[in-house]
């Protein structure tokens, strides 16, 4: 079975500073690969997905995330973070078959002015 | 273009009722999920159903919970007995195709924050 790691639970980071927030997934022959925000008492959105292709994704928010395959990574980074990337990140996974999102723990990430 | 709608909001219960979870997909999707959210310990899936259809119920415990997504009408997870433990905001989501393929993952509602006092 897939599993997800997120090796931090909380990230502190100063306003404009850069920011990457780590997942590691278990391997798989093919996996499709997701970032979700979180925002306070609200539902997940979704901020970008890895499916094929370039292993560089792009999503919303200013937000990209890189698919390493060797390293069975998906670290989510952005250049320049604002307050108001305040929230709780969730990386998730998924292979090829019929088997429902798996998700990691979670990064909560906190933008100090 | 309605999201997904989760029903109530905030839920209140002794110890003992019965917890009734409601989940209206997307529009056009034919696939439910339901997750539970507890502190520190991010999103574990529970139930997976199609209309009429339990597709993968690994994650729902043995005893007091079940789901149900009829032909018509909401999906319904449904608590009895509850118990502090069960404590938690529930997460439905929705999708059109086979789950994580090719159409963006899920989309989610807002959840329902069950609390047992």
């Known amino acids: 079975a897939q599993s997800v790691t997120q090796l931090d639970s909380q990230v502190p980071v100063f306003e404009e500073a850069p920011v990457e927030l780590r997942c590691n997934y278990s391997s798989s022959v093919s996996v499709y690969l997701f970032w979700y925000v979180q925002y306070p008492n609200q539902g997940l959105q979704l901020l970008l997905k890895y499916l094929s292709g370039s292993t560089l994704v792009k999503g919303i928010n200013g937000f990209e995330a890189e698919f390493n395959k060797s390293q069975t990574s998906f670290h989510l980074r952005k250049p320049s973070v604002h307050i108001s990337d305040t929230a709780e990140y969730f990386c998730a996974v998924s292979d090829s078959g019929n088997t429902p999102l798996v998700f990691g723990k979670g990064t909560r990430l906190s933008v100090i002015a | ?117």
Not at chain 2, 67 to 82: C, D, M, N, T
Not at chain 2, 94 to 101: E, V
């Open chain 2, 1 to 117: 273009n309605a999201g997904v709608m989760q029903n109530p909001r905030h839920l209140v219960r002794r110890r003992g009722q019965e917890a009734r979870l409601r989940c209206s997909p997307m529009k056009g999707h034919s696939h439910v999920y339901w997750y539970r959210q507890l502190p520190e310990e991010g999103l574990k899936f529970m139930v997976y159903l199609q209309k009429e259809n339990i597709i993968d119920e690994s994650g729902m415990p043995k005893e007091r919970f079940s789901a149900e997504f009829p032909k018509e009408g909401p999906s319904i997870l449904r608590i009895q007995q509850v118990v502090r433990g069960d404590s938690a905001a529930y997460f439905c989501a929705s999708s059109p195709n086979l789950p994580g393929t090719g159409y963006g993952g899920y989309t989610f509602g807002s959840g329902t924050r069950l609390t047992v006092v």
